[in-house]
């Protein structure tokens, strides 16, 4: 009876853990600063042993937050000391090789104490709107012009927070408020997953995590293996090309099932850009490692032996392992896109499983929004930095339609626009689907969407787009066809391009069409029922119906009829 | 004889409608099936039995207080009327976009709900507001004409109004209801800012769409009800209980049906809030626990904690996200899918899982015998001997342990290498720690430590679990009021008429306008007012103001309650004070050099609570007579060990019994850990406490 009871106990603590993660999670919600993480939800939160191995994660987060998360924390062992670890103390860093990919993540680590002994850490992830230097966006030539370094250090040793160090990043960033506050919250947050756990210690007697968390890693590695010895023991290729800043890049992948691993080896992908679009591998490996996860064994839970059979291989100077000093900023380009690779070469091994590529990369930019300089600006114009998250349409599935304006692989939300334009004088004009947008298919690819952006009287601001998708559209799979590109003008006509820092004009708007998903699997089989459906709800026009889908004049005059009465299919 | 004291209390559930009728202090309740067809009938039906049990008629009820799932279902079930939205022009698929995430992030064919009105229902119409409130772009008559039109044309009988920053400034919205109303007479119509006037786009349009859906459904029924009580000689006014806890005039509830969405729940709060005042309580748990699902309420100071939105019906295994965002005042509960009929099984780590899937009424749990092979949470109960197989609902249904072990061995068991009543131990315990988290996570979103809490369970699964739950919080006194079975419906009567109103306007404290404050105060304070003076014409009002309040570039407030002075002669000094009091005390540390904002502000009128008479603690008066023992699991040793079972009819006032033991009545056992003993209360609660409290 002893055995399974502490097996009990130890299903319970499993479940407790995770729980305490999410109130961590929950936490930084509630007091962050940035509309990244209050509104979009862009951050991860975790519990950690005290050898760094990650025991158990929020489920509010985001994958490439999560799993690069996984690895930092052994990195701020090593680099604080363990001689230098005090109660009371929490350490920061900013540093994309070490941390989630770039500056403008703030990565922070408290170590848990239970009766004056080490027993664990906590850590936790935000991405905040500004950190200096050029602003965000794609248009650095190196690390250093893309905002304040904060290599891993104390934030506050035994309870006191460092004020020099506070007093540099107010120093160096624009909204030091905000950053501050998010700084704060940050600490918050792992204060109370460190509470719930000693009060989890106190219930249950332990001294130590160290039983509750082989029982974790060994259940979980057991699971992560069943699951990979089941697959055929082969390998496949992959690759796509995306627009890049320039020139296009081509990733490339090796999918290797052995039997205790999945290698995943970006060899001949293209090599490092001149501009900040380029990804560190910790990154890259975090997106390789949750799409493989999310088709092989989704409901395992993230931790160290779960991720640990997931392994990726990248020669040094690939835009998938870029290394100090590249540019970095817009990692999530590159890292949006590593799931689509590795799924190109996963649909070769194990067909029907995966989706057809999607819009991939969030749709992201930034505004940068000043009194206007061309003539007097108004006393009440402002600067302001404003950043928003959207997303196009994912790839269809082999049994259900790509989903409309939904991130893939990000996991984050957008913000809602009535909260953007409190951010600062920045104005949504529209922001709706993108109709006809989806890539034809026995399943329809998800619609993108429409963006127009202005500012307020008075105002002129830089747009900082970080687009992809505008040479590059996503492709079908099994017949499905291509998603609509991105595209990008200002309303008077005047060209922009997909990424970089652009400057627009008072009075003029930018006018975004954001990529759809692609269609799987053969038009021409499509039910005829969900073709009429799309007709009716506008995602497809009269002459897509016609031309993709064979859509009769008979059915057509039924659905405008259906239209007019206001009736549903 | 037709007075306020003789009063009903209706509550339609989903399985039941349960009936309450108070006669001058005595109660008669009864259960009938929920009628879906003609939801009134079961109404009727169930009156007449009380009625008859109280020895009076129809015409003698002074008030019927009903609350119902109808509203709630008509969502779920997208049972709603045709309905159109007119939006702002650019923002036609803001209810379809939800939040443009996935709720599960590795569910590679994750769909997302459908909106509750397709694409071609959504019309737009040009104008803007900005975020000061200001017209950025006019919106004229002539823009309206012809959506209009296409309304006309279409035939809806309902349209809801939603348009960008009309919190902040409404006459777009206003405009456009008077076109509309005035070509079209007989369309009902909902206005986003008179349904939830709050930012975010998303939660507003989707409240008013849903209020706009259900509306005529609503009030179609609402109308059927009154006609035929009153054909029944009913003479009395009949009132609704909303979500926030209160009650309202049918017309307000016909105009705002969305605010009836978990009326039902809602009262099972307000019922533990009474029990509370009745105790002196201002720290109350409560815990209701049925067939399907458990819900679980915060009660501070004899209040339920309030919350200004919540999410219904949910399509993916309870997950937040999966539902749709209702911005109203709301009792703030969280719901989990956790019942006497959830099943487990075991998931690729091994682990044992429970719910939310439940074996409902057919098959049952496996111990039912009726062809269910899977262990619910009602299998686990009987095998640790929780339950008597031979009393279970008064002994109407015969319970088969051989068949619970069965499917307790073949599904946990063999799988984890655990006999069977180790399979029970591990699924109960697992159930029990879910529930407990849920309710820690809630009492942490809202800064609150459960060790200082009292717990009051009810509901047919709630007393089985309870003491293990309150062992596992860490709380050291249990209530379990008789009557649990109706809860709601008794709650219903206990509820105060009451309406809340609130306003997006955002203030920072270093621009703080006292007149402006004192003007919006006094506005909402009258409006809530109002709806409450529609129901009761003399009582007196109280106003309870709330300001939600949060650093400058937060996105999330939290609420500080002031009093009427500080409110009506506000001061910015004390509204920052009474803010970081309240932050501190959630998130640990204030955060220095920040500019305080507020952002929403809120007046619930409500007239003053019934008069609630304190127990005075029942004195012990000798242990309660032992009707036999039987073998009881106790999971804080893993043990079975020899309990006593004890009727609750048997036990008098002051009746004493020390756990482990087994109390047990017709609808339900209350289970008493060895780590506690109980005593009943004269108002027949039974009041569990730890033992070393003695």
């Known amino acids: 009876m002893a055995q399974s009871q502490s097996n009990v106990a130890y299903q319970v603590m499993w479940n407790r853990l995770i729980s305490v993660v999410e109130e961590q999670a929950q936490a930084l919600v509630r007091t962050a600063f940035s509309t990244s993480v209050r509104e979009a939800g862009d951050l991860s939160a975790g519990v950690y042993d005290t050898h760094g191995r990650m025991l158990a994660q929020a489920v509010?987060?985001?994958?490439?937050?999560?799993?690069?998360?996984?690895?930092?924390?052994?990195?701020?062992?090593?680099?604080?000391?363990?001689?230098?670890?005090?109660?009371?103390?929490v350490y920061l860093t900013n540093d994309p090789w070490e941390?989630?990919?770039?500056?403008?993540?703030?990565?922070?680590?408290?170590?848990?104490?239970?009766?004056?002994?080490?027993?664990?850490?906590?850590?936790?992830?935000?991405?905040?709107?500004?950190?200096?230097?050029?602003?965000?966006?794609?248009?650095?030539?190196?690390?250093?012009?893309?905002?304040?370094?904060?290599?891993?250090?104390?934030?506050?040793e035994r309870g006191d927070v460092d004020d020099t160090l506070v007093r540099i990043v107010r120093g160096n960033v624009r909204e030091p408020d905000q950053l501050i506050g998010d700084m704060y919250a940050l600490a918050t947050c792992n204060e109370i997953g460190h509470r719930r756990l000693i009060e989890m210690m106190d219930e249950f007697g332990l001294d130590d995590l160290d039983g509750i968390a082989a029982f974790i890693l060994d259940n979980s590695r057991r699971a992560t293996l069943e699951r990979i010895a089941a697959l055929p023991r082969t390998s496949a290729e992959g690759e796509m090309t995306v627009d890049g800043f320039a020139t296009p890049i081509t990733l490339k992948v090796k999918l290797t099932i052995e039997e205790d691993r999945i290698v995943s080896d970006f060899t001949g992908t293209s090599g490092v850009d001149k501009k900040g679009i380029n990804c560190p591998l910790v990154y890259a490996k975090a997106y390789a490692c949750y799409a493989l996860k999310c088709a092989i064994a989704p409901e395992i839970p993230n931790n160290a032996a779960s991720l640990a059979p997931f392994e990726i291989e990248a020669p040094v100077n690939t835009i998938v392992n870029a290394v100090h000093p590249a540019p970095v900023a817009l990692r999530h380009i590159v890292g949006h896109f590593v799931p689509d690779t590795v799924y190109d070469a996963l649909d070769k091994i194990l067909p029907g499983v995966v989706p057809a590529e999607g819009a991939g990369c969030l749709c992201n930019f930034q505004v940068s929004l000043r009194p206007r300089t061309d003539a007097p600006a108004p006393p009440d114009a402002v600067r302001s930095?404003?950043?928003?998250?959207?997303?196009?349409?994912?790839?269809?599935?082999?049994?259900?339609?790509?989903?409309?304006?939904?991130?893939?692989?990000?996991?984050?939300?957008?913000?809602?626009?009535?909260?953007?334009?409190?951010?600062?004088?920045?104005?949504?004009?529209?922001?709706?689907?993108?109709?006809?947008?989806?890539?034809?298919?026995?399943?329809?690819?998800?619609?993108?969407?429409?963006?127009?952006?202005?500012?307020?009287?008075?105002?002129?601001?830089?747009?900082?787009?970080?687009?992809?998708r505008v040479d590059h559209p996503a492709r079908g799979r099994r017949g499905g066809k291509a998603g609509a590109c991105t595209t990008i003008a200002q309303d008077d006509g005047s060209e922009m391009f997909g990424k970089g820092k652009q400057f627009v004009p008072h009075g003029r708007k930018v006018m975004l069409a954001l990529p759809g998903g692609a269609g799987y699997g053969?038009?021409?089989?499509?039910?005829?029922?969900?073709?009429?459906?799309?007709?009716?709800?506008?995602?497809?026009?009269?002459e897509a119906a016609k031309r993709d889908y064979v859509l009769s004049d008979a059915d057509i005059a039924d659905v405008q009829e259906k239209m007019r009465k206001g009736d549903t299919v | 004889m037709k007075t306020s004291s003789v009063r009903l209390g209706v509550d339609i559930g989903g399985t039941f409608t349960d009936v309450v009728l108070e006669v001058d202090g005595a109660s008669f309740s009864t259960k009938v099936l929920t009628t879906y067809i003609a939801p009134e009938n079961a109404i009727i039906d169930g009156m007449q039995q009380v009625c008859t049990k109280a020895g009076i008629t129809p015409a003698d009820i002074g008030q019927i207080i009903h609350g119902t799932t109808l509203a709630t279902n008509a969502l779920i079930e997208r049972r709603g009327a045709k309905t159109a939205l007119i939006t702002t022009e650019g923002f036609r698929d803001v209810i379809e976009m939800r939040t443009e995430s996935r709720f599960e992030q590795y569910d590679l064919n994750l769909n997302i709900p459908e909106p509750l009105l397709p694409r071609q229902c959504r019309y737009t119409v040009p104008g803007r507001i900005d975020a000061t409130g200001a017209e950025l772009m006019p919106l004229t008559e002539a823009d309206i004409a012809p959506v209009v039109e296409a309304i006309a044309e279409a035939g809806y009988d309902s349209v809801a109004i939603g348009l960008i920053h009309s919190y902040l400034n409404d006459s777009h919205e206003k405009l456009v209801r008077d076109v509309l109303a005035k070509r079209l007479p007989d369309v009902m119509i909902s206005l986003s800012t008179e349904v939830s006037p709050q930012m975010r786009e998303y939660e507003r349009f989707?409240?008013?769409?849903?209020?706009?859906?259900?509306?005529?459904?609503?009030?179609?029924?609402?109308?059927?009800?009154?006609?035929?009580?009153?054909?029944?000689?009913?003479?009395?006014?009949?009132?609704?209980?909303?979500?926030?806890?209160?009650?309202?005039?049918?017309?307000?509830?016909?105009?705002?049906?969305?605010?009836?969405?978990?009326?039902?729940?809602?009262?099972?709060?307000?019922?533990?809030?009474?029990?509370?005042?009745?105790?002196?309580?201002?720290?109350?748990?409560?815990?209701?626990?049925?067939?399907?699902?458990?819900?679980?309420?915060?009660?501070?100071?004899?209040?339920?904690?309030?919350?200004?939105?919540?999410?219904?019906?949910?399509?993916?295994?309870?997950?937040?996200?999966?539902?749709?965002?209702?911005?109203?005042?709301?009792?703030?509960?969280?719901?989990?899918?956790?019942?006497?009929?959830?099943?487990?099984?075991?998931?690729?780590?091994?682990?044992i899982r429970v719910g939310p899937e439940s074996a409902g009424s057919e098959p049952g749990p496996a111990c039912y015998g009726r062809g269910g092979d899977k262990p619910a949470v009602t299998d686990a109960d009987l095998v640790l001997g929780k339950l008597d197989?031979?009393?279970?609902?008064?002994?109407?249904?015969?319970?088969?342990?051989?068949?619970?072990?069965?499917?307790?061995?073949?599904?946990?068991?063999?799988?984890?290498?655990?006999?069977?009543?180790?399979?029970?131990?591990?699924?109960?315990?697992?159930?029990?720690?879910?529930?407990?988290?849920?309710?820690?996570?809630?009492?942490?979103?809202?800064?609150?430590?459960?060790?200082?809490?009292?717990?009051?369970?009810?509901?047919?699964?709630?007393?089985?679990?309870?003491?293990?739950?309150?062992?596992?919080?860490g709380v050291?006194?249990?209530?379990?009021?008789?009557?649990?079975?109706?809860?709601?419906?008794?709650?219903?009567?206990?509820?105060?008429?009451?309406f809340e109103a609130n306003r997006s306007v955002y203030m920072k404290l270093s621009d703080f306008d006292a007149d402006k404050i004192k003007a919006l105060l006094g506005d909402l304070k009258a409006e809530a007012t109002g709806f409450v003076r529609n129901c009761d014409a003399d009582s007196d009002i109280l106003s309870e103001f709330k300001v939600y309040m949060r650093y400058t570039g937060q996105g999330w407030e939290i609420p500080i309650t002031l009093t009427e002075a500080q409110a009506m002669t506000p001061n910015a000094a004390t509204f920052e004070a009474r803010f970081v009091e309240d932050y501190t005390k959630l998130f640990g540390r204030a955060v220095t050099g920040m500019d305080i904002e507020i952002?929403?502000?809120?007046?619930?009128?409500?007239?003053?609570?019934?008069?609630?008479?304190?127990?005075?603690?029942?004195?012990?008066?000798?242990?309660?007579?032992?009707?036999?023992?039987?073998?009881?699991?106790?999971?804080?040793?893993?043990?079975?060990?020899?309990?006593?079972?004890?009727?609750?009819?048997?036990m008098i006032e002051g009746a004493e019994v020390t756990g482990p033991a087994a109390i047990t009545e017709d609808e339900t056992t209350i289970i008493v850990p060895s780590s506690r003993k109980a005593i009943r209360q004269p108002d027949g609660c039974i009041d569990i406490t730890t033992k070393k409290g003695a």
């Open chain 1, 522 to 542: 053969d038009p021409a089989e499509r039910s005829l029922d969900l073709v009429k459906r799309d007709l009716l709800r506008g995602y497809i026009a009269f």
């Open chain 2, 389 to 473: 197989p031979d009393n279970f609902a008064g002994g109407s249904i015969k319970l088969e342990t051989a068949a619970s072990e069965t499917a307790l061995r073949a599904v946990l068991g063999d799988m984890l290498d655990m006999d069977a009543a180790t399979s029970a131990f591990g699924l109960a315990e697992v159930v029990d720690e879910n529930m407990a988290n849920a309710a820690r996570v809630h009492a942490v979103e809202n800064g609150e430590d459960l060790s200082e809490y009292t717990m009051i369970a009810f509901g047919g699964a709630a007393p089985l679990h309870a003491g293990r739950l309150c062992e596992k919080l």
């Open chain 2, 599 to 650: 952002t929403v502000w809120s007046v619930n009128a409500t007239t003053p609570p019934e008069k609630v008479t304190e127990i005075d603690a029942a004195k012990p008066s000798g242990d309660a007579p032992i009707h036999g023992s039987r073998s009881l699991f106790d999971p804080a040793t893993a043990e079975f060990a020899e309990a006593s079972v004890v009727l609750r009819d048997d």
């Open chain 1, 385 to 468: 930095e404003v950043l928003t998250f959207n997303s196009g349409g994912s790839g269809a599935r082999p049994e259900h339609d790509g989903l409309n304006a939904t991130a893939f692989p990000s996991g984050v939300m957008t913000m809602p626009i009535e909260a953007t334009e409190h951010a600062g004088p920045v104005i949504i004009w529209r922001k709706e689907l993108r109709p006809d947008s989806g890539g034809a298919g026995k399943q329809r690819g998800g619609l993108g969407q429409y963006m127009e952006v202005g500012a307020r009287e008075g105002h002129e601001f830089d747009f900082q787009a970080m687009f992809d």
């Open chain 1, 99 to 156: 941390g989630t990919g770039h500056l403008h993540d703030i990565t922070m680590v408290t170590p848990s104490f239970y009766k004056g002994v080490l027993v664990g850490f906590f850590a936790c992830t935000a991405h905040i709107v500004d950190i200096g230097g050029r602003g965000f966006g794609a248009d650095a030539a190196s690390v250093y012009e893309e905002g304040l370094y904060i290599p891993i250090m104390k934030f506050a």
């Open chain 1, 60 to 89: 509010t987060g985001t994958p490439g937050h999560v799993n690069a998360m996984a690895d930092a924390v052994a990195h701020f062992i090593r680099r604080i000391g363990r001689q230098n670890i005090f109660e009371g103390d």
């Open chain 2, 476 to 498: 050291e006194r249990l209530l379990v009021p008789p009557g649990a079975g109706v809860g709601s419906a008794i709650g219903f009567l206990r509820a105060p008429f009451s």
């Open chain 2, 206 to 351: 989707n409240t008013v769409v849903a209020n706009a859906y259900i509306k005529p459904l609503m009030k179609s029924y609402l109308g059927r009800l009154e006609g035929r009580l009153r054909d029944e000689g009913v003479g009395c006014n009949i009132f609704l209980m909303h979500s926030g806890g209160g009650i309202i005039s049918l017309e307000n509830a016909a105009e705002f049906p969305v605010r009836l969405v978990e009326s039902g729940p809602a009262g099972g709060a307000v019922f533990a809030a009474n029990i509370a005042a009745r105790y002196g309580l201002d720290k109350v748990l409560s815990f209701d626990m049925g067939g399907t699902t458990a819900k679980i309420c915060l009660i501070k100071d004899q209040t339920p904690k309030t919350s200004r939105v919540f999410e219904v019906a949910r399509t993916y295994r309870f997950k937040k996200g999966s539902g749709m965002p209702i911005s109203i005042p709301v009792i703030d509960m969280v719901e989990i899918g956790a019942g006497g009929g959830s099943l487990a099984h075991v998931d690729a780590m091994r682990q």
